[in-house]
Each structure stands twice: as C-alpha cells, then as structure tokens.
C-alpha cells in the first residue's frame, strides 16, 4: 500500500485565494483525521470523520475552514478565504475505528503570503 | 474539552542514559493510549501502544500506564542520539494529541 497521500505537498498562495488541501487514506481504513502543526500551537486535531461521517470538528477553528469526505478514500480541506495566520503543516492520517494506530501523510505546507 | 498535557521539553540526555517522556490527561474513561516520534520536517509515526494498566516493552521502549493517576510515560533505555525528536502522546481513538516533548541525545 502506499500509504496515506496529501497533495500538493506545498502550497504558496495569496491572502484571500482559496485553497483545497486533498488527501486518499489507506485502503480498508475507516478513519480519517486532519491536523494543522505549527511551533506554536503544535499538532492541533481540526476534524475526523469515522465511515465518511464528520464525529468531532470542534478543532476547525473558525468557519473559513470545512471538509468533507465524499467518499472512503478521498478527503478535501478547504480554507476560504485564506489568511497569514494560516500557515502551517497540515496533516492527515488514517485508521481502522477502534484499532487506534494512526498513519500519517507526508503533509502539505501551506504558505499564505 | 479534553485535554493531553506533555512537557515541551527540550529534553537533554547523554548517550547511553535512560530518556524519561511523560504524558497526562483530563478524560478519566481514556482506554488507549499511543506514543509516536517525530523528526525534524516528517511526519509523526507511531512506535507503541498501550491499552493496560502497567509497563509494555518493545526493544530500547517501555510504555507505563497508570489509569488511577492519568498518565502514560515512555522510557528510552540506551539512549542513542538517532532517538532524537519529538515525542507525541495521543489519547484514545479521536488521536488527540500532546503538544510534544522534544529529545536531544548527545554524543
């Protein structure tokens, strides 16, 4: 398998665009989680969907942001508008529900200039 | 909210020693518990769990897990400078994480 994929792996924008973050799980995973990490704040859980449902987003932090998980092997985070304070490492991971052990992507920095 | 509390560290050890990580959290009805490594400008990966009250051994690692007291630690027996990274402590199956502790092993 070739593990969890984010694309694109960096992402420079202007303050104000629009920017999809993607990412496909592992096959036969049922869990599906989003972070952003900076120095400051650390690895933050924004949301995770269990079977393609959102369980908790209370991490998102504000309503720029949503995502979605249309289906078992693909996921969008989007910010609208993007802003500075945005910038950082997103991750997304995957799981089995209830077997814990999460895999991560190789993340997408995101620069907002 | 729940919370998962690490010391930011940094942490020094020398080469050789005993490298101690500690973790606590708010959620008394936490059932798992997991340490994963982080290196510089990568992606964090796991390196042990625990579900039980007590110590679980996997190598060089021991995770110890007290359920009465809230906190999981992670000792690093023979310290070697290639153990240096972050450290996360995540919580449960929603995978909340600790800020980190960062370890520097010196040679």
């Known amino acids: 398998d070739a593990g969890v994929i984010q694309s694109p792996r960096h992402e420079v924008t202007e303050m104000g665009q629009e920017v999809t973050l993607r990412c496909k799980p592992i096959s036969g995973h049922n869990s599906l989680f989003w972070y952003r990490q900076t120095m400051m704040r650390g690895l933050e859980l924004l949301i995770y969907f269990n079977n393609n449902v959102p369980i908790d987003d209370s991490g998102m932090p504000e309503d720029r942001f949503s995502a979605k998980m249309p289906n078992a092997s693909f996921s969008t985070l989007k910010i609208q508008p993007s802003e500075p304070r945005d910038s950082a490492v997103y991750f997304c991971?995957?799981?089995?529900?209830?077997?814990?052990?999460?895999?991560f992507g190789q993340g997408t920095r995101l620069t907002v200039v | 909210q729940k919370e998962v509390e690490q010391n930011s560290g940094p942490l020094s050890v020398p080469e050789g020693a005993i490298a101690s990580l500690n973790c606590t959290y708010s959620d008394r009805g936490s059932q798992s518990f997991f340490w994963y490594r982080q290196y510089s400008g990568k992606s964090p990966e796991l390196i042990m769990f625990?579900?039980?009250?007590g110590d679980k051994e996997d190598g060089r690692f021991t995770a110890q897990l007290n359920k009465a007291s809230q906190y999981v630690s992670l000792l690093i027996r023979d310290s070697q400078p290639s153990d240096s990274a972050t450290y996360l402590c995540?919580?449960?199956?929603?995978?909340?994480f600790g800020a980190g502790t960062r370890l520097t092993v010196k040679p």
């Open positions: 991971a995957s799981s089995l529900i209830g077997r814990g052990e999460a895999f």
């Open positions: 995540a919580v449960n199956d929603d995978m909340r």
């Open positions: 625990i579900y039980s009250n």
